[in-house]
């Protein structure tokens, strides 16, 4: 290399990893991390795309943007209220408050008083029952689909589950009920039909072989028309009479009957009908973190919770705690999105249409995660040309809208009144960024 070659200059790496605001930023992140930035911008240099002058402050603003995970907040603007791509729901700030609280050591399994072991989430098991009177007990495990794998091995598994035809769904990410019920040693016995299913198509199977009934709210589709079905207290004779036991997939968190979503399941009734177990998610309707939540009758549940398999599937401290600060702590985010004022979403809409000069159109929002199918939210949105959404995609803070109809369109039912201001200033930079690549060239 020629003595009076400028990659000569770029400054090494021990000189780099020695300066100060280095030294510091190696206590957030790992010696890997902050050696493979310095080591990216090097190689900027080197290929002439920097000049050595600009090592030092590149690196320094490469760790100063640099955080300890990838993950993003996003401002969700689309109006979907659980939105599985961005993480279900948002978590209440009592809720956030627990997670950084139960971080450290917490007593999880621990009696303090007695210093012996306690029974695990023991506070969140007490929240559930609370906030859900019709459970004489309660399990947590880690997902919904869990809480189902869970259920159908213990009270199962080599046996059979009877269920209709109609309520075979698939879930998220091409999971199917089916495939996850028969991946526990259980055998499937199909009753009825795809749209019409008769009580006495359960009579007609139910026996020595049954290891329970399996009833499957389909969340995130409805079937209209010549449409038959038997509900839980309709099956509840049944089940009592063989000495089987009733489960029902609620699937979307409810505990409670909410009147904006009267055809949405909910834990108390279905308690109430008969069901002697309800298998419910906890980050979606019910608004906390990802977990199954497995509700009913002490004996049902001692069976569950002594199968091997919960220890496998078994929750963490941080969504216990999480959970029980959902159900003891402030209304969560989920319910307010979903119980907003549609004359304050409109209100805030004008605003910041007003302050881009975009118009406000009428938007109808969605409960998401496969719940209340088809179900509108009466709202309203600021529309904006569509080339603005992978600007705000992309931008700081990354703003979510949705793409209809050659539209950009700004939903602020989950959007926080506290982040408008950041709202319109993402929106602003989004338009002069779509202004400036539009100009023609000079």
């Not at 809480?147 to 199962?156: E, F, K, Q, R, S």
């Not at 080339?387 to 939903?411: K, M």
Request: hydrophobic fraction near 45%; include cysteine.
């Amino acid at each position: 290399m020629a003595q009076d070659d400028p990659r000569r200059l770029i400054p090494r790496t021990d000189q780099l990893l020695g300066l100060p605001p280095v030294r510091r930023a190696r206590g957030r992140l790992s010696d890997g991390v902050v050696r493979s930035l310095v080591r990216e911008v090097q190689d900027r240099a080197r290929r002439g795309d920097i000049g050595p002058g600009d090592v030092e402050p590149e690196v320094l603003a490469a760790l100063a943007a640099r955080s300890a995970t990838t993950l993003r907040p996003v401002l969700n603007a689309t109006g979907v209220v659980v939105h599985t791509n961005l993480g279900r729901a948002p978590l209440s700030p009592a809720a956030v408050e627990a997670l950084v609280s139960a971080a450290g050591y917490v007593d999880v399994e621990l009696d303090l008083r007695t210093g012996s072991r306690s029974r695990r989430g023991a506070a969140a098991r007490a929240a559930l029952l609370a906030a859900c009177p019709a459970a004489e007990d309660a399990l947590v495990v880690n997902n919904g689909a869990a809480a189902l794998v869970l259920a159908t091995t213990a009270l199962a598994a080599g046996r059979e589950v009877v269920v209709s035809r109609g309520e075979l769904v698939e879930i998220g990410a091409g999971f199917r009920l089916p495939e996850l019920i028969e991946s526990t040693g259980a055998r499937l016995r199909e009753v009825g039909t795809t749209n019409r299913t008769h009580l006495r198509d359960y009579e007609d199977v139910v026996g020595p072989e049954t290891g329970c009934l399996l009833k499957v709210h389909p969340s995130n589709f409805r079937v209209e028309g010549f449409v038959s079905a038997v509900g839980l207290s309709g099956l509840r004779p049944l089940a009592r009479e063989h000495g089987v036991p009733l489960v029902a997939d609620l699937g979307s968190g409810l505990l409670a009957p909410d009147p904006l979503l009267p055809a949405e399941p909910d834990a108390a009734t279905a308690l109430a009908d008969g069901a002697d177990v309800v298998i419910a998610s906890g980050d979606k309707l019910l608004g906390g973190p990802q977990a199954g939540l497995l509700l009913g009758r002490p004996e049902v549940l001692a069976r569950i919770a002594a199968q091997p398999l919960a220890r496998a599937v078994r929750a963490d401290k941080l969504t216990l705690a999480a959970l029980e600060a959902t159900l003891t702590g402030g209304t969560p985010p989920v319910v307010h999105a979903l119980h907003a004022d549609p004359d304050e979403l409109r209100r805030r809409a004008e605003r910041l249409a007003a302050a881009v000069g975009a118009p406000v159109v009428a938007h109808d929002g969605r409960v998401g995660g496969g719940g209340a199918p088809g179900v509108p939210l009466p709202g309203w949105a600021v529309r904006l040309p569509e080339a603005v959404a992978p600007v705000l995609r992309t931008g700081d803070p990354a703003v979510l809208p949705r793409v209809h109809d050659h539209a950009c369109l700004l939903d602020l039912r989950c959007v926080p009144e506290r982040e408008d201001d950041r709202l319109l200033a993402a929106v602003r930079a989004a338009l002069d960024a779509v202004a400036d690549d539009a100009a023609p060239a000079r």
